[in-house]
Nanobody, 117 residues
Framework: QVQLVESGGGLVQSGGSLRLSCAAS????????ASWYRQAPGKQREFFAS???????TYVDSVKGRFTISRDNSKNTVYLQMNRLKPEDTAVYYC???????????WGQGTQVTVSS
């Protein structure tokens, strides 16, 4: 088993930036695909960014060009740099790590991001 510990959320004004981190509790845990999801009040949790073990990234259109997902395999940590934040980015942000073999999907505890207008 592994725990994912998130940090970096907070309150920021519209147009500002935040950087989220997601660290795996075990240094030898293999993360094949790391992703970020978010859940706004009254809405379902939604995927918006992922990065594979070889660095390939995927973004949904709403964050493309503003958010950057990255990973440091030596620290077993995934990052999310968020720039030009908008009020509609307000949500609880969750990281997810998928290991292919044996298969497992793990979630962080969530961190609140609030963007004021």
């Amino acid at each position: 088993q592994v725990q994912l510990v998130e940090s970096g959320g907070g309150l920021v004004q519209s147009g500002g930036s935040l950087r989220l981190s997601c660290a795996a509790s075990r240094s030898n845990f293999v993360i094949n695909v790391a992703s970020w999801y978010r859940q706004a009040p009254g809405k379902q949790r939604e995927f918006f960014a992922s990065v594979t073990s070889d660095g390939a990234t995927t973004y949904v259109d709403s964050v493309k060009g503003r958010f950057t997902i990255s990973r440091d395999n030596s620290k077993n940590t995934v990052y999310l740099q968020m720039n030009r934040l908008k009020p509609e980015d307000t949500a609880v942000y969750y990281c997810n790590a998928v290991r292919h073999y044996p298969y497992g999907s793990y979630w962080g505890q969530g961190t609140q991001v609030t963007v004021s207008s």
